[in-house]
């Protein structure tokens, strides 16, 4: 027998615009914002989880929207690069970037800005991380050795990783998050 | 303006997900999904083929093997590498692991996925030859080495000249299989509008991509349009394009739609190409004084029966350092695997991991320091064609760079700084990467309004370009740089050499600093004596005597046009420092600290080339510590083709980082004064690495990437 | 990925039930299915989405703590409670995958998640786990990542997680509730199975079955450490881990707890590491003594052959951190 799938209808927010979309059910959130919302700015490096070129912001924390599917999503609100900020109107994070030179060929660039945004927000809410002396600790200090384990999710083969950093310390005093 | 630290002109595009790279085009409508079919064994032939369930499952359109593919042409040998044709789905024979044997096109891309696991191929199997260090006696010599430099280069009796030197080192370093792997996966997407085709495909050289397609398919170049706009990097794998475009325009010819392709991240490892794997032997002869005697640099490397490519490992050492005794030679080894190509600094990135490794191995021997080294044997010309350097300043990145650093701190015996369970150490090495250059051209249009349009076929892969062009004009033009509008990366502008060898900056910027030039030559002559010193400079003069805008083009030539290149050896050069620390219970390495000295005469852009450097210098920290592709020697297959398992630094594996670029301009290189640094960073900066494992654990690994088992049994007892 | 069908379950027993008939499966965060459900390794026609279920919460229960399975990683490494009394289980949580992963995987997903050989994930190559009876690719293949220990001719592949090796360490227990809605609970130490001749049945997990909270004992006294080793610092699965906790009162250990991750088919507890510890004095004689013991069975493969001296020399470096040595 084979299986049948088929399609199914599922509805989200994707930068406060509510969509409805009726999926195939094997499409990953990732694809579904690239492929069928045409919002290309979340990028796919690996389609496995490994890379986190495709990272953006469910309910403020961040995912690989790789590893999802579209379906899973019903009613979640979903932040993505292009709802961070415009052009002419960067968030303050994309500004960094762009004065700090995080970036080269910019492919891994919305995944490096969504997952230092989610990264604020966990550092904010106390989250102990990998490198942390002290798990224990009830806030922690927000070293650049700390910055970098956080953000090791996100690979960059441009290698833009200390400029990468320097952009999200300048940020990180007033995000906008 | 021209060397300013500007922000990227394209970087608020970029940070806010609105830049469109390739395959992420809409504008064309919506277009097929096709999903590549890769052979499953490394050498072979296809016996049955079956492709009847894929063409029944949901969606699917087209299923293209070798049995329905169009008929492509053979390619010409004398092209260049990367626009010779590059025929797919030839016929039944396997000639390396995961070569591509189907494209299954589907309305959605979750449907050709599906699809594509149902095509149905058995193989008559053919033993294969998988394994360098078993073949390294079965070598050959290649004809020349890329056509351009001699395969072997022999100065006096080595041999006899080594056996005879107060000190000798004669070591053998192995380097693995690397991938480019750029962010962006591979990707295209055709479209067809009657006998023309549009081709997005993510490649650094628009011209060699719109060249190889139309050999391939017969096609006049004037029926194929390429665009790449923005690329996610390249590193020499997208120098050509492969069977994912090739595989693009066939399908969207036959199913009269636009269809994506896009490898996975799995199938780039065999569709792209990888630097191959090395044998390199070391052999250096010195005075007590620490000067060369002989410098003996013996290099064997994989090969392929179906290309022609070998890296110009050996080149390197050619430039370096005096020694009046000489050897550098290449050899191959032919394997049944996926052909070689560039990857980010070819011949320098291996070349110096041995060299470099080399030189501080003699430092050792000799109780020297290695700078010391360096700086003794630091040539007056060209070792070995006797010419005079354009511009060579490698004495002060070693000097500047040892200063920087507190090189005086580190421990001159290997193994004698511990701090807690960290063996620290320092290390350094010495770069180098020729320069050349490339036939190019930009077009420069100055408008009534006061803003300007440049034109190239040129590609920014992250290196920089939209933002220089513009610098160039605007300096060129005396025009704010917010004036400058920059597009790029696409067929129907000028042609030029696009990103690849490091020469995408200055062959680009040489071509428009030309154009500027003969616009202001064409309005100045267009217009009245009286008219000529306005205060209002060029952009009046337009205003007022051409409404509707002036334009002109510039051309540089191939470098064996240009006589600086004969008269001179051209080259940029630079020093790595490293810090590093070694857990003395596991082998683990962790970085501590890099500094990088540079000396590449004038730097278009102070911001963008120090990314650049830094980024290259982190890919040879990369070399030395984590990249390695592993074949199975059984099948010919790449097995840890992902990012889990091809591993590649994270965040937390980089420090501080610092790269610091001399002030120069080498008037022999162009009329800018600028040289290569794309691959610069690169050159050395692995040798660096190792060097300081050795001195902080005092175990010399000769085998790269350096990782905690090659250590482990060596390390001090618990 | 072949094509299924998807329901998302608001309803325990209903969502057991769904599970139960063939080729159906749960899904959680997703990380580890859909990544091989994308190769084909994995292919279930009916996805049960069980990520929304009420099985959240962190709660006390007497002196120890219930977990529920679809707790995310995160939270649960960020927890107060588990960061006080149980920092071994933080510090595992916390060494593995990304935070984007950590914020998307379950508990019980964790736990679920099969092996990393790269054998295992190239369905071009013969597998027993895969396909039962193909034969094992890693034997006399590249097997740098594979087991050590309690391995078999059939299969060499390691168990990746390393929360589980923590959890093992902890002596936790998990609560599992069955197709029909009958509930059972099992020592995490008895869930996961070595690979014998039947690598492809990983658990003793029936058809249908849910894990539905993970409970940990009251934490034993002592200081606790997750050590992981790697080849880069971060976003890599271990090449060897430990975990252990260590009670030393003046010199003299008073209890141990030690667990090695990366080296078996299953989160892999020493409890003869552990009766070499117990009672004797705090020096690094003792330390060797335990690696001794708890890698007297180990057998390399070739590439992975290193992995016995990392594990012994990672255990010894983790004990004198936590104990000193006289
Ligand atoms: C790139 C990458 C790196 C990683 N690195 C690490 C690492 O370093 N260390 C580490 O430990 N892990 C690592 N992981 C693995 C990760 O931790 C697991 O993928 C994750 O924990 C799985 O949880 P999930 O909820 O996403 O599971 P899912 O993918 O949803 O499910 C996994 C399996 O468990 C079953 N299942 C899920 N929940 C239940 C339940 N409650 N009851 C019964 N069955 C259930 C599913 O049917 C499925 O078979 C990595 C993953 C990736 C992709
Ligand atoms: S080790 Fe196990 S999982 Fe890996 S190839 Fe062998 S049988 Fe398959
Ligand atoms: S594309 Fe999702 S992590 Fe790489
Ligand atoms: S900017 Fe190119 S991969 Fe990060």
């Known amino acids: 027998m084979t299986p049948r799938g088929g399609t199914q209808k599922t509805s989200f927010n994707v930068n406060g615009t509510p969509h409805d979309l009726d999926l195939d059910t094997r499409t990953t959130l990732l694809d579904a914002l690239r492929e069928h919302l045409h919002l290309t700015g979340t990028k796919k490096g690996c389609d496995h989880g490994q890379c986190g070129a495709c990272t953006v912001l469910i309910g403020g924390r961040r995912i690989v929207s790789c590893l999802t599917l579209a379906v899973m999503h019903e009613g979640d609100d979903i932040t993505t690069i292009e709802g961070l900020g415009r052009p002419d109107a960067l968030h303050p994070m994309q500004a960094a970037f762009v004065e700090r030179d995080g970036f080269q060929c910019g492919y891994c660039t919305s995944g490096q800005i969504c997952s230092a945004i989610g990264m604020l927000r966990e550092a904010r809410a106390g989250w102990p991380s990998h490198v942390t002396e002290d798990v224990a600790a009830p806030t922690i200090d927000l070293t650049d050795e700390e910055l970098r384990e956080r953000m090791s999710g996100n690979l960059c083969r441009c290698a833009a990783y200390p400029n990468i950093i320097a952009a999200i310390r300048d940020a990180s005093g007033g995000d906008g998050a | 303006m021209i060397g300013k630290p500007l922000n990227r002109i394209d970087g608020p595009l970029k940070v806010t997900g609105r830049a469109v790279y390739t395959s992420e085009e809409w504008g064309v409508g919506q277009p097929l999904y096709g999903v590549m079919v890769e052979a499953t064994i490394g050498r072979g032939r296809i016996t049955r083929l079956d492709t009847s369930r894929a063409e029944a499952a949901p969606g699917v359109r087209g299923v293209i093997t070798h049995r329905n593919a169009p008929r492509q042409q053979p390619p010409d040998p004398s092209a260049s590498t990367y626009s010779r044709a590059l025929p797919v789905l030839t016929g039944p024979e396997i000639h390396y692991f995961a070569e591509p044997i189907a494209l299954v096109v589907a309305t959605t891309f979750e449907q050709a996925r599906a699809a594509a696991r149902l095509v149905e191929v058995a193989y008559d199997v053919i033993e294969g030859r998988y394994d360098l ?279 001159q015996r290997p193994a004698t700084l511990r701090e807690g369970r960290w063996l620290t150490g320092y290390g350094m090495a010495a770069a180098i990467r020729p320069h050349f250059q490339a036939a190019s051209s930009a077009e420069v249009q100055l408008h009534p309004d006061g803003t300007a349009t440049v034109r190239a076929d040129m590609t920014d892969i992250g290196t920089g370009s939209y933002t220089i062009l513009a610098q160039v004009a605007s300096e060129a033009l005396g025009i704010p740089v917010e004036r400058v509008r920059v597009e790029l990366g696409d067929s129907a502008f000028p042609a030029g050499a696009g990103s690849g060898g490091s020469w995408g900056a200055t062959n680009s910027c040489s071509a428009l600093s030309r154009a500027c030039d003969a616009l202001r030559d064409q309005v100045l002559a267009a217009v009245p004596d009286a008219d000529r010193s306005a205060p209002g400079g060029l952009v009046e003069l337009v205003a007022k005597h051409f409404p509707a805008g002036a334009s002109a083009t510039g051309s540089i030539p191939d470098m064996d046009k240009e006589p600086s290149f004969a008269a001179y050896s051209l080259a940029s050069y630079g020093a790595h420092f490293v810090e590093l620390q070694v857990d003395a219970d596991t082998g683990e390495i962790r970085l501590r600290r890099m500094l990088g000295v540079f000396d590449a005469g004038r730097i278009f852009n102070a911001k963008t080339a120090r990314s650049q450097l830094i980024g290259g210098m982190i890919w040879g920290v990369s070399n030395a510590l984590f990249e390695e592709g592993s074949i199975d020697t059984r099948t010919g297959a790449f097995m840890n083709r992902d990012f889990a398992q091809y591993l590649m630094p994270v965040h937390a594996d980089i420090p501080a980082i610092e790269a610091v670029i001399l002030d120069g301009f080498d008037t022999r290189a162009n009329v800018l004064g600028g040289k290569g640094i794309g691959e610069l960073g690169i050159c050395g900066s692995g040798a660096a690495v190792a060097n300081a494992v050795y001195n902080a654990t005092g175990i010399r690994v000769r085998d790269f990437p350096i990782t905690l088992e090659k250590l482990l049994p060596h390390l001090p007892s618990q | 990925m072949k094509a299924f069908t998807y329901e998302r379950a608001t309803d325990l027993r209903a969502a057991v039930a769904a599970a139960a008939a063939p080729g159906a499966k ?301």
């Open chain 3, 26 to 326: 749960f899904i959680s965060g997703g990380t580890n299915l859909l990544d091989l459900m994308k190769l084909e390794i994995e292919q279930p026609t009916h996805l049960v989405d069980i990520s929304r279920l009420p099985l959240q919460r962190i709660e006390a229960v007497g002196e120890g703590l219930r977990i529920g399975a679809q707790a995310d990683n995160a939270t649960v490494a960020a927890d107060d409670r588990v960061r006080a009394r149980y920092p071994l289980l933080s510090q595992a949580l916390l060494a593995g995958a990304s935070a984007q992963l950590r914020n998307m995987a379950s508990i019980g997903g964790n736990l679920l998640q099969r092996t990393r050989c790269t054998y295992f994930y190239d369905p071009s190559t013969p597998c027993n786990k895969r396909t039962p009876g193909a034969g094992c690719s890693a034997l006399g293949g590249l097997n740098r990542s594979h087991a050590i220990l309690g391995a078999s001719p059939s299969c060499i592949a390691t168990h990746p997680s390393d929360m589980a090796v923590a959890l093992v360490a902890l002596d936790a227990r998990l609560e599992l509730l069955g197709a029909s809605g009958t509930t059972r609970e099992i020592a995490l130490r008895d869930f996961h199975l070595l690979p014998e001749t039947t690598p492809h049945i990983e658990t003793v997990l029936l058809p249908g079955e849910m894990i539905t909270a993970v409970v940990l004992p009251p934490p034993p006294s002592g200081r606790h450490r997750y050590r992981k080793v790697r080849d880069r610092a971060s976003y890599e699965f271990a090449l060897v881990s430990v975990a252990a906790i260590l009670s030393v009162t003046g010199s003299k250990i008073e209890g141990a707890r030690i667990a090695f991750g990366g080296v078996a088919h299953k989160p892999w507890r020493s409890l003869e590491a552990e009766a070499v510890l117990h009672g004797r004095p705090a020096t690094l004689d003792t330390y060797q003594a335990a690696a001794d013991a708890a890698l007297a069975q180990a057998v390399g493969r070739g590439h992975n052959d290193f992995k016995i001296e990392l594990a012994r020399r990672a255990l010894v470096a983790t004990l004198v951190e936590l104990g000193g040595a006289s």
């Open chain 2, 133 to 411: 260090a078993a073949r390294a006696d079965q070598t050959f010599s290649p004809k020349d080495i890329r056509g351009w430099w001699p395969t072997d280069s022999i100065i006096g009796d080595f041999d006899a000249e080594l056996g005879k030197a107060p000190h000798q080192i004669d070591v053998t370093y192995t380097v693995p299989y690397e991938l480019s792997l750029p962010m962006e996966p591979h990707c295209c997407l055709a479209v067809w509008k009657r006998d023309a085709v549009t081709v997005y495909t993510s490649t650094q050289i628009v011209s060699e991509a719109r060249a190889r397609i139309a050999a391939t398919f017969g096609l006049s170049l004037d029926n194929v349009r390429v665009v790449a706009r923005f690329i996610g990097g390249g590193f020499g794998s997208k120098l050509a394009v492969h069977a994912e475009t090739m595989l693009a325009v066939i399908a969207a010819r036959q199913l009269r739609q636009p269809v994506k392709v896009v490898a996975t991240r799995q199938q780039v490892f065999h569709l792209a190409g990888h630097r191959p794997a090395s044998i390199q032997r070391m052999r250096l002869g010195a005075a007590p004084d620490g000067r060369l005697i002989a410098f003996g640099h013996d290099t064997t490397q994989k090969a392929c029966p179906t290309s022609d490519y070998i890296e110009q490992i050996g080149v390197t050492g050619r430039a370096l350092y005096a020694a009046p005794f000489r050897r550098t030679t290449h050899r191959a080894v032919e394997l049944d695997l996926p052909p070689a190509e560039d990857v980010r600094a070819p011949g320098e990135a291996p070349g110096l991991l041995a060299i470099e490794c080399g030189m501080d191995e003699l430092a050792y021997a000799l109780d020297m320091d290695p700078v010391d080294l360096r700086l003794t044997n630091e040539p007056a010309t060209h070792p070995e064609s006797g010419l005079p350097f354009s511009d060579r300043h490698l004495v002060e990145c070693l000097r500047e760079g040892a200063k920087q650093f507190g090189w005086d701190r580190r421990p």
